[in-house]
């Protein structure tokens, strides 16, 4: 397979926060260990059978005066992640070598700030109608909300941009921030989002009939459904010669596709997933072989699993092993493209290939090569990918440079 025109990017930073914990450590505890952020759902006023994945402390941790017009449950998360494991450092060293206006700025979610603006209508005056608290739609519930505070945040002044995509939001704002930089828009790029529990995702979710009443089992023969989680990830994007250091992840492809087969479902063929997997692998010049770990989407659902095991196992067989980690997080919607990323990188730096901590009997169906039980085993490249409602489905490469 003959390389695209897709140029290698230096992941030269992230920072993460989910159920597990807020930053890397933690969630690379959960990784090697199998511990899961999932709870029953306690969530607000919410009483429904179900396990959600809720960050710790959010309700404490108001913004600073000065961002208060952003103060909403999505932006305090983003925050959170924001201020882990040195990431504000990396984009002061970005912003000193660059400059502030060449930085580019892509961030995503699909539930954005909603939960005020449930808060809001649901506490109006009964009489007038009027709201009874102050209510800043533009930025709380807006979906440009995150990118507005984001940048405020790390004061930035590049171009700047907001992906609603449903679940491979986060990931496509990954492959928006690449071509940003290929295209000399920007000489590096902060990618990544959060998307945080409401009640209109948990009801809505469960009209669907599609969340679980247990921690959620993907590729399980018994699955029956997803568990909603919520958090954030964010990653700084460089050409590899600004940070010139072997042992580095590298962003090595990215490959999109749109079925537009059904709403809310795959095409159970899983043709959407397997182009996008086949357009990452020749963005990136590799092969399905060169794949060492694949981290499926793996939600829960009957259809939406059995149609990515027809797509990973018709295109690497049951060579390649594969899992999904939302066993442990939960289903993080929009901000699972840049969750799972993160996930993936971390397996690449501690040679980890992920379990599946609530699957216990694998489909016998399936055909792919899914592992249940967390292992060592040395990586050089990775597949995450990311698939939402509408046929938006992401895929993409990181591998370890030198």
Not at 265 to 286: D, K, V
Request: overall charge negative.
């Amino acid at each position: 397979m003959s390389r695209a025109h897709f140029s290698p990017l230096a992941v030269s930073g992230v920072a993460v926060v989910s159920s597990v914990g807020a930053g890397l450590s933690p969630l690379l505890s959960s990784l090697r260990e199998g511990a899961t952020g999932l709870r029953p759902c306690r969530f607000e006023t919410a009483a429904l059978p179900t396990w959600t994945g809720e960050v710790a402390g959010v309700g404490d941790a108001s913004l600073p005066p000065e961002f208060a017009a952003y103060d909403c449950r999505n932006n305090r998360i983003a925050r959170m992640a924001l201020d882990q494991d040195g990431f504000g450092t990396a984009v002061a060293r970005a912003v000193g070598t660059y400059g502030s206006r060449r930085i580019g700025l892509v961030v995503g979610t699909s539930t954005s700030g909603i939960h005020v603006s449930e808060q809001a209508y649901r506490d109006r005056d009964p009489q007038t109608g009027a709201f009874r608290r102050p209510f800043d739609f533009a930025g709380t519930h807006d979906t440009f909300s995150i990118a507005s505070f984001v940048a405020s945040y790390l004061n930035l002044d590049g171009p700047m941009l907001a992906v609603s995509a449903a679940c491979a939001t986060t990931a496509n704002a990954i492959g928006c921030g690449a071509r940003m930089i290929a295209a000399g828009v920007c000489d590096a790029a902060i990618v990544g989002g959060a998307d945080s529990l409401c009640l209109t995702t948990l009801y809505g979710f469960h009209s669907l009939e599609v969340l679980s009443p247990s921690p959620c089992r993907p590729f399980d023969t018994h699955r029956n459904g997803i568990s909603i989680g919520e958090g954030a990830g964010f990653a700084l994007l460089e050409k590899p010669e600004a940070t010139p250091q072997d042992g580095d992840v590298l962003l090595l492809g990215i490959g999109e596709s749109s079925e537009a087969y059904h709403m809310s479902a795959p095409n159970p063929s899983g043709i959407g997933a397997r182009l996008a997997m086949e357009r990452a692998l020749a963005s990136a010049g590799l092969d399905a072989g060169d794949i060492d770990y694949v981290n499926a989407h793996g939600t829960g659902t009957r259809i939406g699993d059995a149609a990515e095991d027809r797509a990973i196992s018709g295109l690497f067989g049951r060579r390649t092993p594969c899992s999904s980690t939302k066993g442990l997080i939960g289903h993080l919607l929009g901000s699972a493209g840049i969750s799972e990323a993160v996930i993936s990188i971390l397996t690449l730096r501690h040679g980890l290939i992920p379990g599946s901590i609530h699957t216990t009997s694998v489909d016998p169906a399936f055909a792919c090569n899914y592992v249940t039980a967390p292992r060592d085993a040395p990586l050089r490249t990775v597949l995450s990918n990311s698939f939402g409602f509408g046929g938006s489905n992401c895929s993409l490469i990181l591998g370890c440079r030198g």
